[in-house]
């Protein structure tokens, strides 16, 4: 839930500081931002429970698991854009 916020906000200041104006169009980006940043961390988190289940600390199934989401996480991005 955290990173919903962070990816809010964060995008939000983004477009304050570069004095663009928060039209429709980048609310329902600012949605759509957030539905990618919330379906990256569910298959993070669930990555990481099947290391669990496999037998690793909690801990060590995160930091295992971190480095192996980079490519997934972009492709559900790019299919997000390209639609």
Do not use: C, H
Request: hydrophobic share 55%; charged share 15%.
């Amino acid at each position: 839930m955290l990173t919903a916020f962070l990816s809010f906000s964060g995008a939000y200041f983004l477009t304050w500081a570069a004095g663009q104006e928060m039209t429709l169009i980048a609310q329902i980006g600012l949605i759509a931002l957030m539905g990618i940043v919330m379906k990256n961390g569910i298959q993070l988190v669930d990555l990481a429970n099947r290391y669990r289940e496999a037998g690793m600390d909690a801990a060590r199934a995160m930091r295992k698991a971190a480095p192996e989401r980079p490519r997934p996480g972009l492709l559900i991005a790019l299919a997000a854009v390209l639609g």
